[in-house]
């Protein structure tokens, strides 16, 4: 699926200008990364609503068929957005360039005004290598003169990794994409650290996976966005050594099987996407997230969703969950889009899907009934 909003008027600091020929200096693009629920979204947003860092257009991959951070995203309708479904590191080289190329096409028709940079967010079961390849010289061949152009246009500037303190330690030890998006990583945004033991010294920690990158604690006074942007070219000088096999590895492989999947991330992980057009009673709601998510057996990773609920169906409900954590939930003043329809994705290791969606079915018509509201 893809959206897109257009910036209607020239930002005051934009330097791009694009000449009669359709010619422009190279884009740089920042790749923001980082595991399932680890804050990438909530980071995006605070980019997209700092001044300085207006003329920025982005790319946002969900995993699975049903969207979910396309409506949390708080573009607004100055920026250029387009979101893709599915596992993006799976089909890299195509979906990135095509929508780099359908960003360059918008620019020379006049669609939308010179920009200053571009930010793909990736899925958080993404692996950065392919990903990587796609973008920097001598990477992944160019299959036509859209590759060309994207080439041209465009150039890979650095990895933003997000880091979540609380279950990131999990995550590496079970899975080689979080290992892959720390090693690859200009930057790692430390997030959660507020609900952290504050003596842990996590810079020190991740050192040892990533020499080269920056640390950045999300909640210190310190913190400064703009730090994550120079216009540089990326490189792995001074990343571990995995990262320059793992890119030749990845140059090596053949990605030539277009019938992938878009709710299977490897033979393990998958998503399942669950949608209902009624809205929802509010103590099915939560018995339906406090089941899934307190099941120690249910394999759940992430889990993210908006719901219609009958006590207020105009003012949606979004539901975060890392693992076994459920986060508050967190009622929105109005719908973000135009689809009312309940809709939650569960992202997980052998889940057992069936249960889960007979669990749904059987709480969703409930939503007749009224007993106390979600706050």
């Keep these: 699926m893809f959206t897109h909003l257009f910036r209607k008027s020239r930002p005051a600091n934009m330097t791009r200008d694009i000449d009669v020929n359709g010619h422009y200096d190279p884009v740089p693009v920042t790749l923001l990364t980082g595991f399932l629920g680890s804050g990438k979204t909530t980071l995006l947003n605070d980019i997209l609503g700092d001044c300085r860092m207006a003329g920025t257009a982005v790319i946002v991959n969900e995993f699975g068929t049903v969207p979910i951070d396309h409506g949390l995203v708080r573009t607004g309708s100055e920026t250029y957005f387009q979101t893709t479904t599915g596992c993006i590191c799976c089909t890299a080289t195509s979906d990135i360039r095509v929508s780099l190329h359908e960003l360059h096409d918008a620019l020379i028709k006049g669609q939308v005004p010179a920009i200053e940079r571009v930010i793909i967010e990736t ?4 692996d950065p290598a392919p990903i990587i390849n796609s973008l920097i010289p001598g990477g992944a061949p160019a299959l036509g003169l859209r590759d060309h152009i994207v080439a041209r246009h465009f150039h890979l500037s650095r990895v933003i990794t997000t880091f979540d303190v609380l ?18 990583a200009d930057d790692v945004v430390l997030t959660k650290t507020d609900l952290a033991d504050a003596e842990h010294d996590w810079p020190h920690e991740l050192a040892l996976l990533n020499p080269g990158a920056r640390f950045h604690d999300r909640h210190a006074g310190t ?17 571990a050594e995995d990262v320059q096999g793992w890119l030749a590895m990845e140059a090596l492989a053949r990605r030539h099987d277009h019938s992938h999947d878009l709710n299977r991330h490897g033979d393990e992980i998958e998503a399942v996407s669950l949608t209902y057009d009624v809205p929802l009673d509010p103590q099915a709601l939560q018995t339906f997230l406090h ?13 993210k969703g908006i719901f219609a609920v009958s006590d207020n169906p105009e003012r949606p409900v979004v539901a975060h969950a890392v693992q076994h954590r459920l986060y508050p939930l967190q009622r929105l ?4 889009d135009g689809d009312r329809s309940s809709r939650v994705v569960l992202i997980g290791q052998d889940m057992p899907l069936k249960p889960i969606r007979e669990l749904f079915e059987v709480l969703a018509p409930k939503s007749a009934r009224r007993k106390r509201p979600l706050s």
């Excluded at 279950?167 to 690859?184: C, H, I, N, P």
């Excluded at 913190?223 to 990343?239: P, Q, T």
């Excluded at 089941?291 to 889990?303: H, M, P, W």
């Design 123 to 126: 899925t958080g079961l993404a």
């Design 167 to 184: 279950s990131g330690r999990a995550t590496l030890d079970s899975l080689v994409e979080g290992w892959k998006q720390l090693a690859f």
């Design 223 to 239: 913190f400064e966005l703009s730090r994550l942007f120079d216009d540089a070219r990326y490189s792995i000088s001074g990343k």
């Design 291 to 303: 089941i899934v998510t307190t099941n120690t057996q249910s394999g759940l990773l992430r889990l």
């Design 333 to 336: 003043n109005a719908w973000p």
